[in-house]
């Protein structure tokens, strides 16, 4: 998509990549990522950037994470669109102002307003990209909803902070910000680095081992929207939750009403914890719980299987047998591998009514 931007003075071209099954009119997640655009064309397949293939990586039948609109705003100087404070050493830099009242009050409207979807906005950039994102936080905490910062410049980063940080006040509660550190910062830039967010209360900071500010992208893109979409132990949430006389029902409204948006049920965590109620004989909490995640995730088989075994467990040999046939079903539409299909088979021939 090509804009004409009245706060650049010139025309901007934008990357967007829409998830699997895409609908007009979800509130799906907005991720913006701020690239240069040698990134923005480094996307493994045609049609799909680099940030867009990393998310959708990260999706599997256990969707880790909820499905979300991908748009990459590349830029050819990074010095000048990126960084807070003009550099000396590179002519023209210095002028993020402009480049975020460009994201925020041109592209993001109009991107709602063609996509038609309203959900929560997360802003995303690396290395200077990561600078203008802390620029974001301080400045329009109120208009993104969190801000991930990924090896980001350390010299820009600061100079950021000074530019736009007060020494005594605190930044927005809306500032949520999750930044990946890598290798190669001094022990003392790092701690610098990390009491000046704890000092605004922005976020957290993290640091990958091994990383490097070229390579960092796959490792801690996946890691901070996990960050971003609470990724606590919710099987023992929930179980801890019943052990203290709620349902399953109750839990899962407690946790939208808590954490909004950024409440995304883990579904393998959740079905083992459905295995353990099963176990332990707590059968109508097992099958709450996976009844839910059924109509969460409908296109996932072993959740399925999953009643299924906790329905035969309990003696509802019909239930299981509907149950079986369903995981049959899904696992041969996503062309699962021969032997998990056999294995379901299997359970649906043990389950079946008898001959008359």
């Not at 927005?172 to 990390?194: C, F």
Request: no cysteine.
């Amino acid at each position: 998509m090509t804009l004409s931007s009245r706060a650049l003075g010139e025309e901007r071209s934008v990357r967007i990549d829409l998830p699997p099954g895409y609908k007009r009119g979800e509130a799906y997640p907005l991720v913006l990522v701020m690239t240069t655009e040698m990134r923005a064309s480094e996307g493994p397949m045609p049609g799909s950037g680099l940030a867009a293939a990393i998310i959708q990586a990260g999706q599997n039948v256990w969707q880790p994470l909820p499905p979300m609109i991908v748009v990459e705003v590349p830029t050819t100087d990074p010095a000048r669109d990126h960084l807070a404070v003009a550099d000396p050493a590179r002519p023209g830099s210095g002028h993020v102002s402009p480049f975020l009242d460009f994201l925020v009050w041109e592209l993001i409207p109009r991107l709602e307003t063609k996509l038609g979807t309203d959900g929560p906005r997360i802003l995303v950039g690396e290395q200077t990209g990561g600078a203008a994102v802390l620029a974001a936080a301080l400045t329009e905490p109120e208009m993104f909803d969190a801000f991930l910062a990924i090896a980001p410049d350390l010299s820009a980063t600061l100079a950021a902070f000074d530019a736009h940080a007060s020494p005594t006040s605190t930044a927005s509660e809306a500032a949520w910000l999750w930044m990946a550190t890598v290798d190669g910062l001094e022990t003392e830039d790092r701690a610098r680095l990390k009491a000046a967010i704890d000092r605004q209360a922005l976020g957290t900071i993290e640091n990958l081992p091994g990383a490097t500010a070229v390579n960092a992208m796959p490792t801690a893109l996946p890691r901070g929207l996990s960050a971003v979409f609470e990724g606590t132990n919710q099987g023992r949430d929930v179980a801890l939750f019943l052990a203290r006389g709620g349902s399953v029902a109750a839990w899962f409204q407690q946790e939208e009403n808590r954490l909004g948006y950024r409440f995304h049920p883990q579904s393998y965590a959740l079905m083992q914890q459905a295995h353990a109620f099963g176990n332990a004989g707590e059968i109508a909490a097992a099958l709450d719980l996976i009844v839910i995640l059924e109509t969460r995730f409908p296109n996932n088989p072993w959740l399925a299987e999953a009643e299924g075994d906790i329905a035969a467990a309990a003696g509802d040999t019909s239930r299981a047998a509907r149950a079986f046939e369903r995981a049959e079903s899904l696992a041969r539409s996503l062309s699962y591998v021969p032997s998990a299909i056999t294995q379901l088979e299997r359970k649906v021939e043990a389950t079946a009514p008898a001959a008359p």
